[in-house]
Protein backbone atom coordinates (compact mmCIF):
# COMPACT_ATOMS: atom_id res chain seq x y z
CA UNK A 1 0.00 0.00 0.00
CA UNK A 2 2.43 2.97 -0.84
CA UNK A 3 1.89 6.18 -0.27
CA UNK A 4 3.75 8.78 -2.48
CA UNK A 5 4.70 8.96 -6.32
CA UNK A 6 8.09 7.61 -5.43
CA UNK A 7 7.62 4.90 -3.47
CA UNK A 8 4.64 3.58 -5.78
CA UNK A 9 7.30 3.86 -8.47
CA UNK A 10 9.90 1.93 -6.86
CA UNK A 11 7.55 -0.58 -5.23
CA UNK A 12 6.47 -1.44 -9.40
CA UNK A 13 9.71 -0.64 -10.51
CA UNK A 14 11.08 -4.16 -8.19
CA UNK A 15 8.41 -5.89 -9.22
CA UNK A 16 5.85 -5.54 -6.28
CA UNK A 17 2.04 -5.88 -6.77
CA UNK A 18 0.78 -2.48 -5.36
CA UNK A 19 -2.92 -1.87 -4.13
CA UNK A 20 -3.91 1.47 -4.47
CA UNK A 21 -2.53 4.53 -5.21
CA UNK A 22 -2.42 6.77 -1.77
CA UNK A 23 -0.15 9.71 -3.60
CA UNK A 24 -2.71 12.58 -2.81
CA UNK A 25 -2.03 12.25 0.96
CA UNK A 26 1.00 13.51 1.14
CA UNK A 27 0.19 16.63 -0.38
CA UNK A 28 -2.03 17.42 2.97
CA UNK A 29 -2.10 14.23 5.69
CA UNK A 30 -5.30 13.65 7.62
CA UNK A 31 -6.03 11.12 10.20
CA UNK A 32 -8.88 9.59 7.65
CA UNK A 33 -6.72 9.13 5.32
CA UNK A 34 -4.47 6.90 7.97
CA UNK A 35 -7.98 5.37 8.77
CA UNK A 36 -8.17 4.73 5.43
CA UNK A 37 -5.05 2.98 4.73
CA UNK A 38 -5.63 0.80 7.96
CA UNK A 39 -8.81 -0.32 7.07
CA UNK A 40 -7.57 -1.43 3.62
CA UNK A 41 -4.42 -3.21 5.35
CA UNK A 42 -6.41 -4.68 8.00
CA UNK A 43 -9.01 -6.34 5.16
CA UNK A 44 -6.27 -8.04 3.57
CA UNK A 45 -4.41 -9.55 6.60
CA UNK A 46 -8.14 -10.61 7.68
CA UNK A 47 -9.31 -12.11 4.50
CA UNK A 48 -5.73 -13.66 4.18
CA UNK A 49 -4.31 -12.18 1.03
CA UNK A 50 -1.24 -11.13 3.40
CA UNK A 51 0.69 -12.68 6.64
CA UNK A 52 1.91 -9.60 7.93
CA UNK A 53 1.93 -5.93 7.95
CA UNK A 54 5.28 -3.59 8.38
CA UNK A 55 5.36 -0.05 7.44
CA UNK A 56 8.50 1.95 6.03
CA UNK A 57 8.70 5.56 6.45
CA UNK A 58 11.41 8.32 7.64
CA UNK A 59 12.03 9.64 10.17
CA UNK A 60 12.54 13.33 10.82
CA UNK A 61 15.88 13.81 13.20
CA UNK A 62 16.63 17.41 11.37
CA UNK A 63 16.93 19.47 8.26
CA UNK A 64 19.90 17.33 7.47
CA UNK A 65 18.86 13.95 8.68
CA UNK A 66 15.85 12.21 7.83
CA UNK A 67 16.13 8.29 9.30
CA UNK A 68 14.66 5.38 7.23
CA UNK A 69 12.54 3.42 9.37
CA UNK A 70 10.55 -0.12 9.27
CA UNK A 71 8.21 -1.24 11.95
CA UNK A 72 6.21 -4.34 12.35
CA UNK A 73 2.41 -3.47 12.73
CA UNK A 74 0.78 -6.92 12.62
CA UNK A 75 1.33 -9.51 13.76
CA UNK A 76 2.39 -9.16 16.97
CA UNK A 77 4.70 -12.04 18.79
CA UNK A 78 5.05 -12.52 22.88
CA UNK A 79 8.99 -11.59 21.55
CA UNK A 80 8.08 -8.52 19.73
CA UNK A 81 5.78 -7.20 22.89
CA UNK A 82 8.52 -8.22 25.07
CA UNK A 83 11.25 -6.12 22.57
CA UNK A 84 8.77 -2.95 22.66
CA UNK A 85 8.33 -3.09 26.48
CA UNK A 86 11.83 -3.25 26.84
CA UNK A 87 12.75 -0.46 24.74
CA UNK A 88 9.55 2.40 25.01
CA UNK A 89 8.01 1.76 28.65
CA UNK A 90 9.73 1.09 31.49
CA UNK A 91 9.15 -1.95 33.47
CA UNK A 92 5.99 -1.98 36.07
CA UNK A 93 6.15 -3.68 39.59
CA UNK A 94 2.65 -4.70 39.03
CA UNK A 95 1.52 -8.28 38.28
CA UNK A 96 -1.94 -7.44 38.55
CA UNK A 97 -4.70 -9.02 36.17
CA UNK A 98 -6.99 -6.59 34.55
CA UNK A 99 -10.66 -6.77 33.84
CA UNK A 100 -12.02 -6.03 30.74
CA UNK A 101 -15.61 -4.96 29.74
CA UNK A 102 -15.95 -5.43 27.15
CA UNK A 103 -14.43 -8.89 26.49
CA UNK A 104 -10.46 -9.19 25.81
CA UNK A 105 -11.21 -10.44 22.30
CA UNK A 106 -13.60 -6.96 21.36
CA UNK A 107 -10.73 -4.06 23.32
CA UNK A 108 -8.25 -5.54 21.20
CA UNK A 109 -10.85 -4.84 18.25
CA UNK A 110 -10.88 -0.95 19.02
CA UNK A 111 -7.32 -0.76 20.25
CA UNK A 112 -5.93 -2.07 17.61
CA UNK A 113 -7.34 -0.45 14.56
CA UNK A 114 -7.11 2.85 16.62
CA UNK A 115 -2.98 1.94 17.25
CA UNK A 116 -2.48 0.82 13.54
CA UNK A 117 -4.22 4.65 12.03
CA UNK A 118 -2.09 6.13 14.94
CA UNK A 119 1.36 4.25 13.53
CA UNK A 120 0.27 5.46 10.04
CA UNK A 121 -0.66 8.91 10.55
CA UNK A 122 2.53 9.91 12.46
CA UNK A 123 4.67 7.83 9.88
CA UNK A 124 3.05 10.43 7.27
CA UNK A 125 3.49 13.32 9.43
CA UNK A 126 6.82 12.35 9.71
CA UNK A 127 7.30 11.71 5.98
CA UNK A 128 6.00 15.06 5.34
CA UNK A 129 8.59 16.89 7.48
CA UNK A 130 11.51 14.77 6.33
CA UNK A 131 10.16 16.05 2.59
CA UNK A 132 10.02 19.40 3.54
CA UNK A 133 13.40 19.20 5.74
CA UNK A 134 15.57 17.79 2.58
CA UNK A 135 13.51 20.43 0.44
CA UNK A 136 14.85 23.04 2.47
CA UNK A 137 18.40 21.71 2.26
CA UNK A 138 17.96 21.23 -1.01
CA UNK A 139 16.98 24.85 -1.58
CA UNK A 140 19.64 26.05 1.01
CA UNK A 141 22.79 24.16 -0.83
CA UNK A 142 20.79 25.67 -4.25
CA UNK A 143 21.12 29.78 -2.79
CA UNK A 144 25.08 28.70 -0.98
CA UNK A 145 25.68 27.61 -4.56
CA UNK A 146 24.31 30.60 -6.43
CA UNK A 147 26.06 33.37 -4.45
CA UNK A 148 28.85 31.12 -4.95
CA UNK A 149 28.41 31.41 -8.61
CA UNK A 150 27.41 35.28 -8.57
CA UNK A 151 30.83 36.21 -6.27
CA UNK A 152 32.82 34.49 -9.13
CA UNK A 153 31.24 35.68 -12.11
CA UNK A 154 31.20 39.09 -10.61
CA UNK A 155 35.35 38.68 -9.50
CA UNK A 156 35.63 37.09 -13.55
CA UNK A 157 33.66 40.33 -15.05
CA UNK A 158 35.61 42.88 -13.34
CA UNK A 159 38.80 41.10 -14.12
CA UNK A 160 37.96 41.27 -17.97
CA UNK A 161 36.79 44.97 -17.66
CA UNK A 162 40.13 45.97 -16.05
CA UNK A 163 42.03 44.04 -18.97
CA UNK A 164 39.91 45.80 -21.58
CA UNK A 165 40.82 49.22 -20.29
CA UNK A 166 44.21 48.70 -19.36
CA UNK A 167 44.10 47.38 -23.24
CA UNK A 168 42.39 50.81 -24.24
CA UNK A 169 44.57 52.92 -22.35
CA UNK A 170 48.17 50.92 -23.48
CA UNK A 171 46.56 51.74 -27.15
CA UNK A 172 46.11 55.43 -26.29
CA UNK A 173 49.60 55.90 -25.02
CA UNK A 174 50.83 53.91 -27.69
CA UNK A 175 49.22 56.58 -30.35
CA UNK A 176 50.44 59.20 -28.64
CA UNK A 177 53.82 58.02 -28.29
CA UNK A 178 53.91 57.24 -32.19
CA UNK A 179 52.00 61.06 -33.00
CA UNK A 180 54.75 62.79 -30.81
CA UNK A 181 57.42 60.74 -32.79
CA UNK A 182 56.03 62.14 -35.86
CA UNK A 183 55.94 65.40 -34.89
CA UNK A 184 59.31 65.34 -34.27
CA UNK A 185 60.46 64.29 -37.55
Avoid: H, W
Avoid at 32 to 40: H, Q, R, W, Y
Avoid at 141 to 156: F, K, V
Amino acid sequence: FPVGQKVLETMQRNGYTCRGDYSEVMNNPLFGDAVSIGKTAMAAMESGEIDEIYLAYTVFKNTVTQVPTLIKMLPFSQEDIETMAANDVPETTSGALMNYEPTEEEALGYIIPMYMNSLIFGALVEAVASENGARMQAMDSATSNAEEMIDTLGLQYNRARQSAITQELTEIVAGASAIEERIKI
